[in-house]
Protein backbone atom coordinates (compact mmCIF):
# COMPACT_ATOMS: atom_id res chain seq x y z
CA UNK A 1 0.00 0.00 0.00
CA UNK A 2 1.59 3.28 -1.13
CA UNK A 3 -0.03 6.30 1.30
CA UNK A 4 2.02 8.61 -0.61
CA UNK A 5 2.98 8.42 -4.42
CA UNK A 6 5.23 10.70 -4.07
CA UNK A 7 7.32 13.23 -1.55
CA UNK A 8 9.53 16.39 -2.94
CA UNK A 9 10.52 17.87 0.46
CA UNK A 10 8.01 19.16 2.65
CA UNK A 11 4.94 18.31 -0.55
CA UNK A 12 3.77 14.90 -0.48
CA UNK A 13 1.34 13.96 -3.04
CA UNK A 14 -0.94 11.32 -1.45
CA UNK A 15 -2.57 8.74 -3.27
CA UNK A 16 -6.35 9.44 -1.51
CA UNK A 17 -6.68 12.70 -3.13
CA UNK A 18 -5.00 11.37 -6.29
CA UNK A 19 -8.00 8.68 -6.83
CA UNK A 20 -10.91 10.28 -5.30
CA UNK A 21 -10.36 13.08 -7.85
CA UNK A 22 -9.59 10.56 -10.92
CA UNK A 23 -12.89 9.22 -10.04
CA UNK A 24 -14.49 12.42 -9.71
CA UNK A 25 -13.71 13.75 -13.25
CA UNK A 26 -14.77 10.49 -15.07
CA UNK A 27 -17.88 10.39 -13.23
CA UNK A 28 -18.59 14.17 -13.76
CA UNK A 29 -17.01 13.17 -17.32
CA UNK A 30 -19.16 10.08 -17.77
CA UNK A 31 -22.43 12.54 -16.87
CA UNK A 32 -21.55 15.38 -19.38
CA UNK A 33 -20.87 12.40 -22.32
CA UNK A 34 -24.51 10.89 -21.24
CA UNK A 35 -26.49 14.41 -21.15
CA UNK A 36 -27.32 14.70 -24.70
CA UNK A 37 -29.26 11.20 -24.45
CA UNK A 38 -31.40 12.34 -21.53
CA UNK A 39 -32.48 15.78 -23.65
CA UNK A 40 -30.00 17.51 -21.38
CA UNK A 41 -27.54 20.24 -22.16
CA UNK A 42 -23.87 18.93 -21.57
CA UNK A 43 -22.58 22.08 -20.61
CA UNK A 44 -25.44 22.74 -18.05
CA UNK A 45 -24.90 19.60 -16.67
CA UNK A 46 -20.89 19.73 -16.37
CA UNK A 47 -21.69 22.86 -14.48
CA UNK A 48 -24.47 21.24 -11.91
CA UNK A 49 -21.52 18.65 -12.17
CA UNK A 50 -19.56 21.14 -10.64
CA UNK A 51 -21.85 22.36 -7.85
CA UNK A 52 -22.49 19.15 -7.49
CA UNK A 53 -18.96 18.07 -6.18
CA UNK A 54 -18.16 21.23 -3.82
CA UNK A 55 -21.75 20.71 -2.38
CA UNK A 56 -20.41 17.05 -1.51
CA UNK A 57 -17.06 18.04 -0.04
CA UNK A 58 -18.87 20.41 2.12
CA UNK A 59 -21.18 17.93 2.95
CA UNK A 60 -18.81 15.02 3.90
CA UNK A 61 -17.09 17.35 6.04
CA UNK A 62 -20.48 18.97 8.11
CA UNK A 63 -21.68 15.02 8.78
CA UNK A 64 -18.16 14.30 10.39
CA UNK A 65 -17.85 17.75 12.56
CA UNK A 66 -21.35 16.56 13.73
CA UNK A 67 -20.86 12.83 13.80
CA UNK A 68 -17.44 13.78 16.27
CA UNK A 69 -19.33 16.96 17.97
CA UNK A 70 -18.49 15.49 20.91
CA UNK A 71 -14.56 15.96 20.21
CA UNK A 72 -14.99 19.37 18.03
CA UNK A 73 -17.19 21.27 20.86
CA UNK A 74 -14.27 20.90 22.90
CA UNK A 75 -11.95 22.03 20.22
CA UNK A 76 -13.52 24.43 18.54
CA UNK A 77 -10.43 25.59 16.29
CA UNK A 78 -10.04 22.16 14.79
CA UNK A 79 -12.79 22.42 12.54
CA UNK A 80 -10.45 25.15 10.56
CA UNK A 81 -7.29 23.24 11.28
CA UNK A 82 -5.66 22.30 8.00
CA UNK A 83 -6.06 18.32 9.43
CA UNK A 84 -9.88 18.64 9.00
CA UNK A 85 -9.49 19.90 5.95
CA UNK A 86 -7.44 17.35 4.48
CA UNK A 87 -9.52 14.52 6.18
CA UNK A 88 -11.80 12.96 3.19
CA UNK A 89 -14.81 13.22 5.61
CA UNK A 90 -18.05 10.80 5.23
CA UNK A 91 -19.56 9.35 1.90
CA UNK A 92 -22.93 9.94 3.11
CA UNK A 93 -22.03 13.33 3.40
CA UNK A 94 -21.19 14.11 0.44
CA UNK A 95 -23.59 12.08 -0.97
CA UNK A 96 -26.54 14.22 0.96
CA UNK A 97 -24.94 17.61 -0.33
CA UNK A 98 -24.11 16.37 -3.50
CA UNK A 99 -27.68 15.37 -4.53
CA UNK A 100 -29.22 18.56 -2.34
CA UNK A 101 -27.09 20.50 -4.66
CA UNK A 102 -27.65 18.83 -8.39
CA UNK A 103 -31.77 18.65 -7.23
CA UNK A 104 -31.55 22.92 -6.32
CA UNK A 105 -29.92 23.47 -9.42
CA UNK A 106 -31.83 21.34 -12.02
CA UNK A 107 -34.61 23.11 -10.44
CA UNK A 108 -33.29 26.49 -10.77
CA UNK A 109 -32.37 25.27 -14.61
CA UNK A 110 -35.85 24.05 -15.02
CA UNK A 111 -34.36 20.68 -15.51
CA UNK A 112 -35.93 17.03 -15.12
CA UNK A 113 -34.92 16.26 -11.76
CA UNK A 114 -35.11 13.08 -11.33
CA UNK A 115 -33.42 12.39 -14.71
CA UNK A 116 -30.65 15.12 -13.32
CA UNK A 117 -29.68 12.52 -10.53
CA UNK A 118 -29.80 9.46 -13.32
CA UNK A 119 -27.63 10.93 -15.18
CA UNK A 120 -25.21 11.65 -11.86
CA UNK A 121 -26.09 7.97 -10.73
CA UNK A 122 -23.66 5.30 -12.89
CA UNK A 123 -20.48 7.98 -12.29
CA UNK A 124 -21.03 8.35 -9.23
CA UNK A 125 -20.84 4.68 -8.79
CA UNK A 126 -17.54 4.65 -10.82
CA UNK A 127 -16.23 7.09 -8.29
CA UNK A 128 -16.85 5.58 -5.44
CA UNK A 129 -15.27 2.33 -7.07
CA UNK A 130 -11.96 4.44 -7.66
CA UNK A 131 -12.32 6.33 -4.54
CA UNK A 132 -12.29 3.12 -2.38
CA UNK A 133 -8.73 2.42 -3.90
CA UNK A 134 -8.07 5.08 -3.05
CA UNK A 135 -8.99 4.34 0.61
CA UNK A 136 -7.17 0.97 -0.02
CA UNK A 137 -4.05 2.82 -0.38
CA UNK A 138 -4.07 4.88 2.15
CA UNK A 139 -5.00 2.50 4.66
CA UNK A 140 -8.29 4.12 5.97
CA UNK A 141 -11.59 2.36 5.73
CA UNK A 142 -9.82 -0.73 7.27
CA UNK A 143 -11.50 -3.76 7.92
CA UNK A 144 -11.80 -5.85 10.90
CA UNK A 145 -8.93 -8.48 11.87
CA UNK A 146 -9.44 -11.59 10.27
CA UNK A 147 -7.74 -15.02 9.11
CA UNK A 148 -9.09 -15.75 5.94
CA UNK A 149 -6.40 -16.24 3.76
CA UNK A 150 -6.96 -12.91 1.49
CA UNK A 151 -6.55 -10.37 4.65
CA UNK A 152 -4.08 -8.00 3.83
CA UNK A 153 -1.62 -6.33 6.45
CA UNK A 154 -0.56 -2.57 6.44
CA UNK A 155 3.27 -2.05 7.00
CA UNK A 156 3.44 1.23 6.15
CA UNK A 157 3.73 3.86 9.34
CA UNK A 158 2.29 6.89 7.05
CA UNK A 159 -1.27 5.08 6.84
CA UNK A 160 -1.20 4.37 11.01
CA UNK A 161 -0.16 8.02 11.26
CA UNK A 162 -2.80 9.32 9.21
CA UNK A 163 -6.01 6.89 9.88
CA UNK A 164 -4.69 5.06 12.41
CA UNK A 165 -4.46 1.94 10.53
CA UNK A 166 -3.55 -1.35 12.67
CA UNK A 167 0.06 -2.30 11.50
CA UNK A 168 1.36 -5.83 10.95
CA UNK A 169 -2.47 -7.63 11.56
CA UNK A 170 -4.59 -8.99 9.12
CA UNK A 171 -7.17 -7.27 8.24
CA UNK A 172 -10.12 -7.71 6.16
CA UNK A 173 -9.93 -5.63 2.78
CA UNK A 174 -13.09 -3.60 3.34
CA UNK A 175 -12.06 -0.99 0.47
CA UNK A 176 -11.19 -3.83 -2.39
CA UNK A 177 -14.69 -5.12 -1.12
CA UNK A 178 -16.55 -2.69 -1.38
CA UNK A 179 -14.90 -1.08 -4.62
CA UNK A 180 -15.99 -4.21 -6.23
CA UNK A 181 -19.79 -4.19 -5.54
CA UNK A 182 -19.21 -0.67 -7.00
CA UNK A 183 -17.66 -1.06 -9.97
CA UNK A 184 -20.60 -3.77 -10.78
CA UNK A 185 -23.06 -1.77 -9.48
CA UNK A 186 -21.47 0.99 -12.02
CA UNK A 187 -22.34 -1.85 -14.94
CA UNK A 188 -25.51 -2.62 -14.07
CA UNK A 189 -26.56 1.05 -13.65
CA UNK A 190 -24.96 1.86 -17.24
CA UNK A 191 -27.05 -1.12 -19.37
CA UNK A 192 -30.08 -0.40 -16.77
CA UNK A 193 -29.30 3.45 -18.33
CA UNK A 194 -29.82 2.16 -21.80
CA UNK A 195 -33.39 0.58 -21.26
CA UNK A 196 -35.00 2.76 -18.24
CA UNK A 197 -38.26 2.97 -18.27
CA UNK A 198 -39.24 6.05 -16.06
CA UNK A 199 -37.61 9.04 -15.10
CA UNK A 200 -35.76 8.34 -11.80
CA UNK A 201 -34.97 5.06 -12.33
CA UNK A 202 -31.51 4.54 -12.29
CA UNK A 203 -30.80 6.67 -9.07
CA UNK A 204 -33.52 4.51 -7.21
CA UNK A 205 -31.60 1.63 -8.22
CA UNK A 206 -28.30 3.19 -6.89
CA UNK A 207 -29.80 4.08 -3.59
CA UNK A 208 -31.28 0.57 -3.24
CA UNK A 209 -27.84 -1.74 -4.22
CA UNK A 210 -25.60 0.89 -2.61
CA UNK A 211 -27.83 1.05 0.18
CA UNK A 212 -27.69 -2.88 0.87
CA UNK A 213 -23.67 -3.35 -0.11
CA UNK A 214 -22.59 -0.40 2.54
CA UNK A 215 -25.08 -2.08 4.63
CA UNK A 216 -23.39 -5.25 4.65
CA UNK A 217 -19.90 -4.55 4.33
CA UNK A 218 -19.98 -2.22 7.46
CA UNK A 219 -19.80 -5.75 9.45
CA UNK A 220 -16.34 -5.65 7.84
CA UNK A 221 -15.34 -2.47 8.51
CA UNK A 222 -12.98 -2.11 11.85
CA UNK A 223 -12.74 1.43 11.36
CA UNK A 224 -13.61 3.84 14.21
CA UNK A 225 -14.53 6.30 12.29
CA UNK A 226 -18.49 5.40 11.37
CA UNK A 227 -20.50 5.89 14.48
CA UNK A 228 -21.55 3.26 16.43
CA UNK A 229 -24.19 2.44 17.68
CA UNK A 230 -26.46 0.30 20.41
CA UNK A 231 -22.72 -0.80 22.00
CA UNK A 232 -20.78 -1.35 18.33
CA UNK A 233 -23.81 -3.41 17.30
CA UNK A 234 -24.84 -1.98 14.34
CA UNK A 235 -23.45 1.86 12.81
CA UNK A 236 -24.89 5.42 12.00
CA UNK A 237 -24.23 4.81 8.66
CA UNK A 238 -26.10 1.45 8.33
CA UNK A 239 -29.07 3.32 9.56
CA UNK A 240 -28.13 5.62 6.57
CA UNK A 241 -28.18 2.94 4.49
CA UNK A 242 -31.78 1.52 5.30
CA UNK A 243 -32.89 5.36 4.71
CA UNK A 244 -30.70 5.34 1.40
CA UNK A 245 -33.05 1.59 0.92
CA UNK A 246 -36.16 3.28 1.77
CA UNK A 247 -35.71 6.21 -0.82
CA UNK A 248 -34.74 3.88 -3.64
CA UNK A 249 -37.89 1.88 -3.28
CA UNK A 250 -40.34 5.38 -2.61
CA UNK A 251 -39.15 6.21 -5.92
CA UNK A 252 -39.39 2.93 -7.63
CA UNK A 253 -43.39 3.23 -5.90
CA UNK A 254 -44.11 6.43 -6.23
CA UNK A 255 -43.29 6.74 -10.21
CA UNK A 256 -42.37 3.85 -11.59
CA UNK A 257 -46.00 2.61 -12.14
CA UNK A 258 -46.95 6.03 -13.67
CA UNK A 259 -44.59 7.41 -15.80
CA UNK A 260 -42.88 6.22 -18.78
CA UNK A 261 -39.45 7.61 -20.29
CA UNK A 262 -40.91 7.30 -24.17
CA UNK A 263 -43.07 10.39 -23.11
CA UNK A 264 -41.51 13.85 -23.73
CA UNK A 265 -38.54 14.22 -20.85
CA UNK A 266 -39.69 17.79 -19.77
CA UNK A 267 -42.77 16.23 -18.66
CA UNK A 268 -41.40 13.90 -16.64
CA UNK A 269 -41.50 16.00 -13.62
Known amino acids: MYPVLFAWGSFKLYAYGV??????????????????????????????????ILAALVGAKLWLI????????????????VRTLLTGGT??????????????????????????????????????AIGRLG???AGCCYGKPTGVPWGVTFTNPIAFQIAGTPLG????????YESGCDFLIFVFLVR????????????????????????IIEFFRGDPDRTLLAGGAFSLMQVASLFLIGVGFWIFAQFGPRKKLTEVPSKLL
Open 169 to 176: IPLHPAQL
Open 192 to 215: LAKHQRFAGEVFAAYAILYGVVRG
Open 19 to 52: LVAVGVLLGLLLARKRAAALGLDPDRIWNLGVYG
Open 91 to 128: FYGSLAGGTLALTLGAWSYKLNRKLVLDLFAPGTALGQ
Open 135 to 137: CFA
Open 66 to 81: LAEWQHYSRHFGEIFS
